[in-house]
């Protein structure tokens, strides 16, 4: 691999029209990934890449102007430390935060490069060149805002963040909340019954991991395989199932935890406060994102958990 300081002219800008023409592309696709959903960021890339375009055309022309019309052959990979593009774009779920802030990252590592470049050129057009574009690319971030404030009106942005909080329920908060709600009381029972039953910190400790962990496992299966998302809009069942699993056994180890300590009665007493927090919990996210109303969602949660924690301790004193 070559260093930024091995390179001729010719060669940077060589790097410079292929490294335009490959974000132009992506902002290309990142509007195409974005229409359906947000219409109006992706009138933003589609001016973007435009903008991606005209950059190479300037370049291309005081190439040709410099070297003639043969460029050689160099890539990203064939430079030592030159930017890297993380592929967001071939994520199966694009989150419009995520494109926007890929998007401002491209632009800042492309002025560094710029001025980099600009720095060591000794060709007075070339350096001028590359200093304007440096200056263009820093300035982006400003572009972006005219160009937001174009396309992204109030109605536009208000629809967006509509859909965009749309997807976070479906993607994200609904498979979590789940399985939320089934690793905090479902894991109830066993858990209080192993201990009530031993009266022994280690042996609930054991029976809470393992029903945790088992739950997770379950819970996060059963959500990436109930629905591949391409026809509910859910997103990518793995991602879902992820969520969901993760959630799951975290909902579990809550109570579980406690049980490293070895006094069984604290460690009750302890792990009992972690339910009621964990129950409040669900109620808040029920109440913030599922649109339920707080009193009802307490009510709802909170018996369920109770009704599940009586029964592990009815069963384990027995």
């Not at 809470?208 to 809009?233: F, Q």
Request: charged share 20%; glycine share 8%; aromatic share 8%.
């Amino acid at each position: 691999m070559k260093s930024l300081e091995d390179l001729t002219e010719a060669e940077i800008l060589a790097l410079a029209i292929a490294s335009e023409e490959e974000d132009s592309r992506i902002y290309g696709h990142f509007a195409l990934r974005l229409r359906s959903s947000y219409p109006a960021s992706a009138a933003v890339f589609d001016a973007m890449a435009s903008e991606e375009q005209e950059h190479r055309d300037r370049l291309l022309t005081l190439y040709e102007a410099k070297f003639g019309p043969e460029l050689p052959y160099i890539t990203r990979e064939d430079v030592r430390g030159f930017l890297k593009r993380r592929p967001v774009w071939l994520m199966e779920d694009l989150r419009i935060e995520t494109v926007r802030t890929q998007a401002e990252l491209m632009e800042r590592q492309a002025a560094n490069f710029y001025t980099a470049a600009a720095a060591r050129s000794r060709d007075t057009e070339v350096r001028r060149l590359l200093g304007d574009l440096a200056a263009t690319e820093r300035h982006h971030e400003e572009r972006a805002g005219e160009l937001e404030a174009a396309y992204l009106t109030e109605s536009a942005r208000s629809t967006e963040d509509a859909e965009a909080r749309r997807l976070l329920l479906l993607q994200i908060v609904q498979p979590g909340l789940a399985g939320l709600i089934d690793g905090s009381v479902s894991t109830l029972a066993p858990i209080f019954a192993a201990a009530f039953a031993t009266q022994n910190s280690t042996d609930a400790l054991l029976v809470g991991l393992a029903a945790s962990v088992g739950a997770g496992i379950s819970m996060g299966l059963t959500e990436a395989l109930s629905d591949d998302g391409a026809i509910t809009g859910r997103g990518h069942p793995w991602v879902r199932g992820a969520a969901c699993g993760v959630m799951t056994a975290l909902g579990g180890l809550g109570h579980t935890l406690p049980y490293l300590i070895h006094d069984f009665w604290l460690a009750t007493a302890v792990a009992g406060i972690v339910v009621v927090i964990e129950l409040l919990a669900i109620a808040w996210i029920r109440w913030r994102y599922m649109e339920t109303p707080f009193t009802s969602a307490i009510v709802q949660v909170v018996l369920g958990g109770v009704l599940v924690l009586l029964a592990g301790i009815f069963i384990g004193s027995a």
